[in-house]
């Protein structure tokens, strides 16, 4: 065994490569990107033949994923919790295939929103798929469940879904490794149809079968070597408070000397969660607190296993805030204890909202932009998700909306057809191969009035700088979808050229049908790393 300084992501990272993992597929998305490149960086991939790139989105990515464990071999998907939106789909019918070769699903939820647009909690979909859930407080339970996740895969026949938190995903610790990767036989190739081919008489037997297994899924998790239920001095008989805590919620009760303020803790680190544990601690205790980072999940739960009669707090009653992460001074709030404070908290301090780089060209995109459609009053931006969403701030103030990946074709398509003139769609090069040219192909077929920038910078941006699935590829792509040659244009965005880029806008507004305009140019980031890497 040997010591490691990793974050979580790169625990979930290096736990898979040591349990024999074989390929990963990912669309990058903060919390979950550093998994996939710390296994990019991992100097042993190309020995162990590890197939590691960048997918095109993350149902992409899960249909690969399976396709791998199908030929026999362990396999992993990451992406964050509003990826699972776009992966669910193949998600949830992997539960109804089944699985031949290990597969562990790795979704990232983002609680206060940090860098996404919604607190969705991934367990939910774990749930609803009606597959085994594991969930680790510590960067040590990251990497030692990634080898009990792919047994328990294997020997379930089931997909496996990880749901991790962003301070756990971005946060470092000491974690203890094996030296060397396990030898892990592939399987052999399925071969079974009535487990693959997801027909109607197929599917209903297969659903069956899914639905029976979830009492031993649950009996499993009562068993799991990372679940626990913790009694105090006084032991079982305790009638007081509990305590029910998942991920870093844990950490938080246990910051708080729970156990030695003589309150009972279960944790709960696999689900389906099990009933037999809940109801042990509700027989010795006379109300439960449930501590958990997201949504109530837990709670609700717990609520329909003890009775309507047995007070159950938490994220419902008020007890823990609703929305945002927990910390330990909101877990010591809810024990009615006080925070304790070791610093002041600054007063005065103005905060300095994101802004595009300086030099970037989404920068020039936006000054273009907003200088034709200041003749065009009734015009409307539709934009996406990238670098390019601050276009929303000072001193731009250039888009009207930013709601998925994607959208911005379709709600501008949309806008359009009710007449809205011009409407205009911004999106970057990575999120159009990601969602993007289905909108393009609705808009081409129903000849719809709309202008798409694809503001192209050559890199997936907004998550550091990864590569994007549609590189020097765009012209063609939309001439495919049906887009006219003559209206798919290319422009450099440069302070020099603002006078050409501008009287093409104009132009491709005054077009009725569909036009593309595309400004690329590199990343000022991207291109900074690499000047500075060529003088080394």
Known sequence: MTTKLLLGDEAVALGAINAGLKGVYAYPGTPSTEITEYIQNYEARNADGIHCTWSSNEKTAMEAALGMSYAGCRSMVCMKHVGMNVAADAFVNSAMTGVNGGLVVVAADDPSMHSSQNEQDSRFYGKFAMIPMLEPSTQQEAYDMMDYAFKLSEKEKLPVLLRLTT?????????????????????????????????????????????????????????????????????????????????????????????E????????????????????????????????????????????????GYRVSGKLTGALPRTGELNPDIVAAALGREPEQFYARPQGIVPRPPALCQGCGHRDVYISLNKVLAS???????????????????????????????????????????????????????????????????????GSDITVVISDNLTTAMTGGQDSAGTNKFEVICIALGVAPEHVRVVVPLQKNMEEITAVIREELDYHGVSVIIPRRECIQTLSRKARAAKR
């Not at 032991?235 to 305590?243: A, D, E, R, Y």
């Not at 449930?290 to 296993?305: I, L, R, W």
Request: proline share 7%; aromatic share 6%; net charge negative.
């Open 167 to 259: 301070r756990l995903a971005h946060s470092r610790a000491a974690v203890s490794v094996e030296e060397g990767k396990s030898c892990v036989k592939s399987l052999p190739v399925a071969k079974d149809p009535r487990s693959w081919v997801l027909l109607p008489a197929n599917a209903r037997r297969k659903n069956d079968l899914l639905t029976a297994a979830q009492q031993h899924l649950e009996d499993l998790a009562a068993e799991s070597p990372f679940s626990s239920l913790m009694f105090p001095g006084k032991g079982p008989g305790h009638k007081g408070l509990g305590i029910i805590a998942t991920g870093t919620g844990y950490n938080y009760v246990m910051e708080n000397r729970a156990l």
């Open 261 to 308: 303020a003589d309150i009972p803790v279960l944790k709960v680190a696999q689900y389906p969660l099990p009933a037999t544990m809940v109801r042990a601690l509700a027989e010795a205790c006379t109300e439960i607190l449930v501590v958990e980072d997201g949504q109530p999940f837990v709670e609700e739960q717990v609520k329909a296993m003890v009775g309507a």
């Open 376 to 446: 065009y009053p009734d015009a409307r931006v539709f934009a996406d998700i990238g670098c390019y969403t601050l276009g929303a701030l000072p001193p731009f103030c250039a888009i009207d909306s930013c709601v998925d990946m994607g959208a911005s074709i379709t709600m501008a398509k949309g806008a359009a057809d009710a007449g809205v003139w011009p409407a205009v769609a911004v999106i970057g090069d990575s999120t159009f191969t990601h969602s993007g040219m289905t909108g393009l192909l609705d808009a081409v077929n129903d």
